[in-house]
């Protein structure tokens, strides 16, 4: 079964650092581009951080960058996000998530595997 | 950043209706549109990808269509496991954004 199993969250106090995880089986890892998506209680869903396959290639949001890390070891299958001076803000369920080129008329990005997601609640 | 406006924000339906959800794009993405299905406390669920192409496993009265900045979303015959949050996505240019949510509730 493809799966994805985020961990690592809980309440942080603002200023503060966490690690999410995100084990993944059922498919071949090191195949595929990987993202982080959060959502703030009651809302949206938005794009975080996003890693390519072999990891020599990341890109942040404005609101995280500097502050947050995308990473993936390969030989492990496991996905991270590490998270340092934590803001109120930062407070969501954080997705972790598969993206798949469809291969069509043109080849075309779907996030076709999500996590159960973790929460993560900074406060004081 | 594209910005994904959705309209209605929400909307209230029977079972057996036929329900569509309008997504515009603030610049032309071509066909890089999907849908999702979120219900609460899950994690949203790939319905359509390429504005019109059913992901494997989705029941067909699940439809997309359009490109360029307006595109749709179609349940022909809303079943009860249907009810749930629906957001589309651009995943034309980084960042990939997606729609503030239609919520389909049970009228």
């Known amino acids: 079964e493809v799966q994805l199993v985020e961990s690592g969250g809980g309440l942080v106090q603002p200023g503060g650092s966490l690690r999410l995880s995100c084990a993944a089986s059922g498919f071949t890892f090191n195949s595929y581009w990987m993202y982080w998506v959060r959502q703030a209680p009651g809302k949206g869903l938005v794009w975080v951080s996003r890693?390519?396959?072999?990891?020599?290639?990341?890109r942040h949001a404005d609101p995280v960058k500097g502050r947050f890390t995308i990473s993936r070891d390969n030989a492990k299958d496991t996905l991270y996000l590490q998270m340092n001076s934590l803001r109120a803000e930062d407070t969501a369920v954080y997705y972790c998530?598969?993206?798949?080129?469809?291969?069509?008329?043109?080849?075309?990005?779907?996030?076709?595997?999500w996590g159960q997601g973790t929460m993560v609640t900074v406060s004081s | 950043d594209i910005q994904m406006t959705q309209s209605p924000s929400s909307l209230s339906a029977s079972v057996g209706d036929r329900v569509t959800i309008t997504c515009r794009a603030s610049q032309s993405i071509g066909n890089y549109l999907n849908w999702y299905q979120q219900k609460p406390g899950k994690a949203p669920k790939l319905l359509i990808y390429a504005a019109s192409s059913l992901q494997s496993g989705v029941p067909s009265r699940f439809s997309g269509s359009g490109s360029g900045t307006d595109f749709t979303l179609t349940i022909s015959s809303l079943q009860p496991e249907d009810f749930a949050t629906y957001y589309c996505q651009q995943t034309y240019i980084t960042p990939p954004t997606f729609g503030q949510g239609t919520k389909v509730e049970i009228k």
């Open positions: 998530v598969r993206v798949e080129a469809k291969v069509g008329a043109s080849e075309i990005d779907a996030f076709d595997i």
């Open positions: 890693i390519n396959t072999d990891g020599s290639s990341t």
